[in-house]
């Protein structure tokens, strides 16, 4: 298998699991090595007490982007810190897309960065993750 | 009114429009000027794809928690950065309980400090959030 | 005055000020409207106790750097939150060159990506940082 | 020996070898397992171009007692991941006090908190620090 058959492997794997994420109905667009795109509507019940969107929510959407990207390369990792910084009040409504990106790696420890947009394309949250690995493999032989 | 009277009679407001929150069955225990104390059961559809609470689960309960505290005052303030430290996965079914603590004011800004703990009372999540009054009263002529 | 000319104009000076930079031998390579390059020796002095180079060296390179970039349009700008996160050990002796991206914009508020890699292009580690403008202008007349 | 004499025995250790710390004029006041006080004046090459103290210069200040605090126990431990905010600026000749605790601890991995203050008791920065116990003793055979 290539690492991208690995990845894809992998996420559908993980979006099968991920009921938190499946519960906001996070559709997964595309996953790569260290990598993914997913996509999610902002449902009237997703907001916080000032009625936009609760960061928890954002954060839930990109958490779960860093989550396929830090497990596709079929090694287990675990999130250690996260951090976001809002930058745009989200409406009910919107459809928001988080890209993951893995920026470095060193030893068993990784950051990613994830990045919520709009559908204008404008950056809603800004969010860094750093993993650690922690063993194991998610689908065990499937290599990676 | 009293600080206190303020920080519940807004509680309470908060309660019915966080959304998030309540889809997540979040309970307010107790709410007092700059702090509070949530509750919230880890229902089995809010975990990741490792079968324990999804990260971004923890992070909205926490959240909420910040959202009240740095709401008790009666004065309209916001999330502007969040980080999230986890040191402890966290089974379906485990009873948790957020505090929040105002830290520290510095004009408009205030800093937050959030602990998520299990029932056995081992934390499994440390947040710290910045927070900034945007102007504006929660609840226009209650004072605060 | 064009936006390039501008930050040359502000780096310039920001370089003489900046003491705690100086202290350390931080030279500015090369400033643009929103980013800026800086480059520093790693001396016997700036090291932990484990012998390496302390964090707050690392820090304070990634932070000098940070300054540059959000005051290089000419408005005064504070660091309100930074983190850093570390990737590997660096040696006495190492020359680390710091790069200052400007990510995002909202309102007032700006967010910052600093990158500090060693002469073999390994990055050691990597800083966001969360500016506020706070009124004024640092050369007052120049424009920006 | 003490859980105390330990921290102690290595403080010094730590005192004497980190050079960064020294180079500030960074003095230990206490330490405990777990936990230290330092104290440092701002000097005039400490300042950043707007004229006080460098932001780089209160997260070294920090960053060391989180070095004291991480190595109390005689265990090698290193900074993976800090986060600081600003809360006031601080000017030529303050006297700061930076005090650390360890707030929770998981496997190898602990969060500690460091606080700020000038002289008049307000607190002008708040650092957190995530550490890993890499293995190994600061001075083999003391215990810990």
Redesign the interface.
Same mark, same amino acid.
């Given at each position: 298998m290539t690492p991208q058959q690995i990845a894809e492997t992998v996420g559908k *794997?993980?979006a099968?699991? &991920?009921?938190?994420?499946?519960?906001l109905g996070v559709q997964l667009v595309s996953v790569t090595p260290g990598g993914c795109v997913l996509r999610m509507t902002v449902q009237? &019940?997703?907001?916080?007490?000032?009625?936009t969107c609760?960061?928890?929510?954002m954060?839930? *959407?990109a &958490?779960?982007a860093f989550?396929y990207a830090c497990?596709s390369f079929n090694r287990?990792a675990?999130?250690?810190?996260? &951090?976001? /910084?809002? @930058?745009?009040?989200v409406a009910v409504g919107t459809v928001l897309t988080a890209t993951a990106e893995l920026?470095?790696t060193?030893g068993r420890?990784s950051?990613y960065d994830m990045t919520v947009r709009d559908e204008a394309g404008n /950056?809603v949250a @800004?969010f860094?993750g *750093?993993s650690r690995e922690i063993g194991g493999e998610?689908i065990p032989g499937l290599g990676g």
């Open positions: *794997l993980v099968e699991r &991920d009921m938190a994420g499946r519960r009237p &019940d997703m907001v916080n007490s000032g009625g609760h960061g928890g929510v954060f839930t *959407l &958490d779960s989550g497990n287990v675990v999130a250690q810190q996260c &951090d976001i /910084t809002y @930058l745009k009040p920026r470095e060193a420890s950051v /950056t @800004l860094r *750093l998610i």
